[in-house]
């Protein structure tokens, strides 16, 4: 977690910094700081909170010069608080660091560097690596920084600067994302590329086990031995605007209402409803490597792994492969059971996930083939699996995901066709149908957004409820999960998804008067049992907002409100039935006065395991 901003230039190294902090405040905001080399001193501020509280505190102490590093923070080792924010300096205040990651081997080493009288000011991991350095420094900080890499273990990207070389930034990156923007007479390192964006479209992405050097003139790169490394350069042609609000008040509004183009850009050039087939040449898996495929296990985390589920059953219904979905954080330590032909989907939005990315370099060194399914071109998983699908959401910047859910549905659905069709497993019509329902999911997500209204007025209604429950059955069940997720994450109100017929089982026990249930009813096979379990929790005195298609008047009769949701395959449906419940969450979250974009204790990537 944690985003880093380094920058050497002309310009004014706080309204860079600064700015490029503001870019990157979805990767945590517990506290951040800036550290700037001024008149031959290390100039530093920094504060706990939001970026704002930096501002004014910068506002007050100006800062100046012409090399500076800065962060924002997501806390993992020691609270929130102006102590633990970064950067971190050592006792004699010549080096200034920031990091992102975690350091594993620094209790150890915090007290070696105790023993040898260094004070510690913090409770980080970080700041023993800033005391390494000046406990190691040899009047050289590039040889330094390969000798630090020797010693610390885990997962850092690292960037560095020193009084006593006021013309250089060093950065080193083990694990963490890092790339380098590169200018004229300017130079820009950043987590990730919408930090300089405004700056430059040039840049170096840097590879797990590289550092680099940055002057104002030059950037070069080395291994972590100091190997010098060649470096191609990648022209960034998204639009700056993209990641910017565009009117809506929450960036996660936006996103939700971007969703029919996101499904449209996912879906371009891969389905073809006149040749009744899906076009997935990127893929790169060939026809007799997914004819011997004898198992599939997805792993993803959060709602990703959620989109794993729907994904799921679309693979076992339509190309009938056996698939296991898992939550990556275990998967990883479950020494799970896998063919040679085993085909291993790692689904991450951001393809920095720390959990996922382990998943998957554990799955890789058993030999088995990774298929990342990604929104980020250049991310960690992109690069390392075998094979990539990347899901066209365009950046996504609201903590709780949306468009990204649906665009993995889009590129899961056309997977599962795919494979379908090269296994010899779906009919002629059957493909057709599906082709052309796939096509026509932009429209399906442009028809549901018409529900906002009615989403709203419930939302208002039920806003300070205490506990909220989601329920479906077979495919709405996994929507359900979701729904709950993006209640909880952004209203902080409890909610539980059940598979509809569990309910018995147990949890009906909650439902009281008033309790609102949530109720997808999407699948024509399993309606009148899911029917029944709502008359179930409607006996308890739950107030039920019932998810269902247009033309199926029927529910009505049971639930208290109906939200009808443009008919569409029964497989896609939870692509339809998921919008309302990201409305839901969203309505309630701003009825309830949260920080709908940044809710309390997440962030965005989260690259810690
Ligand atoms: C919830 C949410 C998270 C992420 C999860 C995985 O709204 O966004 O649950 O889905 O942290 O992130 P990625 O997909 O980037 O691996």
Redesign the pocket.
Known sequence: MCGIVGYIGPRNVKDVVVGGLAKLEYRGYDSSGIAAIDDGRIELAKSVGRLSNLEARLEEHPIGGHVAIGHTRWATHGKPSDENAHPHQDCSGRFALVHNGIVENYLSLREELIASGHEFRSETDTEVVVHLIEELYNGDLFQTMIAVGKRIRGAYALVVISKDHPDQIVAVRKASPMIIGLGDGENFVASDIPAVLQYTRDIYVMEDGEMAVLTRDSVECFTLDGEPVAKEVYKVTWDAVSAERGGYPHFMLKEIHEQPKAIRDTLRGRVNPDLGSVTLDELGIDAETVKAMDRIHIV?????WHAGLVGKVAIEQLARIPVNVEIASEYRYSNPIATPNTLVIA???????AD?LAAMREMKARGLRVLAITNVVGSSAAREADNVIVTWAGPEIA???TK?YTTQLAALYLLAVHFAQVRGEIGEQAAHDMINALDNLPQVAEAVLDTAPQIHAFAQKYAESKDTFFIGRGIDYAVSLEGA??LK?ISYIHAEAYAAGELKHGTLALITEGVPVVAIAMQPDLYEKTVSNIVEVKARGAFVLGLTWVGNEDLAKTVDEVIYLPKTHPTLAPLAAVIPLQLLAYYAAVARGNDVDKPRNLA???TVE
């Open positions: 993803a985390c959060g709602t990703s689904i991450t939005q951001s393809g920095e996930t996922t903590v709780a995901s990204a997720l993006k994450e965005k990537s989260v």
